[in-house]
Every structure is written in C-alpha cells, then in structure tokens.
C-alpha cells in the first residue's frame, strides 16, 4: 500500500477480466476500488502503475461505472461530470455498446488518461485486462 493524503493505493498487477471481480479483491482487503479525484492522484496511480512488472494496454481498473442515465458516477455516487476526470481523446464513448465500467490506460498514447469499457472482458481479450487498483483510508 502506498499512502498519499488521506487514501492508501495499492496495484495487484495481475490481469482482471472482471470489474466485479477487482472490486470484491479490493473489498476483501479492507478497501475498494480507486476514486482519483485530483490531478495529484491520478499521476501517482499513474506513477505506481508504471512500476508494475506488467503493464497492459488498459492499464488498472478504477471506481466508476455508467449508470441508467448515461452519466459516470464514482462508486461513492459522486458524479465524474464537473469534476476531475481526465478521459481520453473521445471517452467516454459507445453509450449503446455496453461500456459500463472504466480504466486507466496503461501504455499507448492515452496512458494516464480514462477510458470506458466493458465490465466483463473476454478471454481473449486477457493480454489487455487492466490490473486491480484498490484504495482504503489511510489509518
């Protein structure tokens, strides 16, 4: 776990298909999937997820999931839209394509930035499937 401000952020670098899936990992840890909500934050995520042995294209789960309206909201309720969200060029897109879920990118030309995406990937889409990214308040 690493601590910054008032959260601990810890990466277990090991390619998840799904979201759901991450989320429980997170939880039975005392915590839950990562809220970024500064700039500050998403560069040390960002930081910690470069130093991982592997870093996929898509790079970590975060804690934000589309809802029956459309919108982003972080797994706390409160809205992306108007605050701090860093998506790629074009993201959040394919409203109609089941893209619930979010990441990080990991490497490519949007690494560091959002992007929206499936909450269940395929298996053949593994060598992509972002990592665990967890968050708990630090003590």
Same mark, same amino acid.
């Given at each position: ?22 989320? #429980? ?11 970024? #909500?500064?700039? +500050?934050? %998403? %560069?040390?995520?960002? *930081? ?10 898509? *790079? ?5 999931? #589309? ?9 706390? /309720? ?9 998506? /790629?060029? /074009?993201?959040? %897109?394919?409203? +109609? ?5 979010? %990441?990080?990118?990991?490497? /490519? *030309? #949007?690494? *560091? ?27």
């Amino acid at each position: 776990w690493v601590l910054h401000g008032k959260s601990c952020f810890l990466i277990i670098n090991i390619p998840t298909l799904k979201w759901s899936d991450a989320r #429980r990992t997170c939880q039975n840890l005392g915590g839950d999937l990562a809220i970024i #909500r500064t700039a +500050g934050e %998403n %560069n040390l995520i960002f *930081g910690l997820v470069k130093k991982q042995k592997t870093i996929t294209e898509w *790079g970590v789960w975060l804690g934000s999931i #589309r809802k029956s309206d459309n919108k982003f909201y972080w797994i706390d /309720g409160t809205p992306l839209k108007g605050n701090y969200s860093p998506w /790629g060029s /074009g993201e959040p %897109n394919n409203v +109609g394509n089941n893209e619930y879920c979010s %990441n990080m990118f990991g490497q /490519g *030309g #949007r690494a *560091g930035k959002w992007n929206d995406l499936w909450c269940t990937l395929k298996e053949s889409q593994l060598k992509y499937a972002p990592s665990i990214l967890c968050q708990k308040k630090a003590n």
